[in-house]
């Protein structure tokens, strides 16, 4: 199920990703605070997922190593996409809890600071 998010957001595919997630699925990642940011719902998730689409309009993103223990899946991906003119490659992790069929939490870590540096550092931000 995770691979097929994945695949589908590949694609771009943002209704097919969410087919996969929970009406009340909660998704963390980095945000400009310390303690991140969490968003809850399948209609949060999605305008994020349209949002970072619009920014990142050919994000790709490669799994290195897939672990599953049960309902937790465990994900190393590396992230391509280009901004602005700029290709830029960032290794990441993600972690999902899978419940009846459909994913119900996501929690993204990957560097923020340092991404938001390099495109200052190339002008994109």
Request: negative net charge; hydrophobic residues 50%.
């Amino acid at each position: 199920m995770v691979r097929a998010v994945l695949k589908a957001l590949n694609r771009g595919d943002i209704d097919a990703a969410l087919a996969y997630c929970a009406d009340d699925i909660v998704l963390w990642a980095p945000g400009p605070t310390p303690d991140g940011t969490e968003l809850r719902g399948k209609e949060a998730l999605r305008a994020f997922l349209e949002a970072s689409e619009a920014v990142w309009p050919d994000s790709w993103a490669a799994v290195r190593t897939l672990v599953a223990d049960g309902d937790e899946v465990a994900v190393e991906l590396v992230a391509t996409a280009t901004h602005g003119t700029e290709r830029v490659t960032q290794p990441m992790a993600a972690f999902f809890t899978v419940r009846d069929g459909l994913i119900v939490r996501q929690a993204c870590y990957f560097d923020l600071a340092g991404l938001f540096a390099l495109l200052r550092e190339r002008g994109l931000a």
